[in-house]
């Protein structure tokens, strides 16, 4: 692979945006080879987490710029490459955790809300760019920032494109957590684990009905939910835990 790095370890894959010299900036090849990795990632049954973060002082600045000439048409660029990325990406049915290294600015920014959750470095800073080249927000940002930080909060940080700091995201309910930067990869590391060692099919059907209780009704939740748990209800994951409830012992899921 030309712009990514993708390496596994306890059941966790490490996805590494690698375009350091450009702070990671997305091109129609990073596009495409995130989109490769969440392929095989969701097809391997022994990566039970994914982490998603950058190469060098950046987590991602966004599109890459200098590889667009003044004539593109930016709504073809984002059917043709941003919108299956951001699907991939809500599709993906085992936990999703942005590593934020550093600046993560425009797409960048949106690619950290497009993931479950997001541990983020003391210095990394987040930035919603596109107002300060006169465009709108894209790669899923208008769908996921109101959703995790209202729509007060998105519409200024969308408005006026204020750079703000780790500890701001946190208290806006941007990120799970903020750590030293020294201890991002372990900290990130450790936390994906939890996640690797739960039920993987659990998780992901949580996924998919949170997802959709933001436009369901209360009686179509209930009957999403009653759907999900026949489909739990049949995993070998359920099967050990209730055995391992009654044995009096800690349950040893296998995602299956």
């Avoid at 210095?123 to 995790?148: E, K, M, W």
Wanted: charged residues 25%; aromatic residues 8%.
């Amino acid at each position: 692979m030309q712009t990514v790095d993708f390496t596994v370890k306890n059941h966790v894959g490490w996805l590494t945006l690698n375009r350091p010299d450009k702070l990671n900036a997305l091109n129609e090849t990073m596009n495409r080879e995130i989109m490769d990795v969440l392929t095989a990632a969701e097809q391997d049954p022994q990566i039970r987490a994914l982490v998603l973060t950058g190469a060098g002082r950046a987590f991602c600045s966004g599109e890459d710029l200098g590889s667009l000439n003044e004539q593109a048409d930016h709504g073809e660029i984002i059917r043709k490459r941003y919108i299956p990325m951001v699907k991939k990406i809500a599709a993906f049915e085992k936990p999703l955790i942005a590593a934020v290294n550093g600046p993560a600015a425009g797409a960048g920014f949106s690619l950290c809300l497009a993931c479950d959750f997001r541990i983020a470095s003391e210095q990394a800073t987040f930035l919603n760019a596109f107002i300060h080249i006169g465009l709108v927000p894209d790669t899923g940002n208008p769908y996921f920032l109101p959703r995790i930080a209202g729509y007060a909060k998105a519409l200024e940080l969308s408005c006026l494109g204020e750079k703000i700091s780790a500890p701001e995201a946190m208290e806006y309910g941007l990120l799970t957590k903020v750590v030293p930067a020294c201890h991002l990869e372990k900290e990130t590391q450790h936390f994906a684990e939890r996640l690797a060692a739960m039920p993987t099919k659990a998780i992901g059907l949580i996924k998919r009905y949170m997802q959709k209780s933001f436009e369901s009704t209360l009686d179509e939740m209930l009957e999403k939910e009653a759907y999900a748990q026949r489909i739990a209800g049949q995993t070998a994951d359920h099967q050990e835990g209730v055995r391992a409830f009654f044995e009096k012992r800690k349950p040893e899921y296998k995602g299956n």
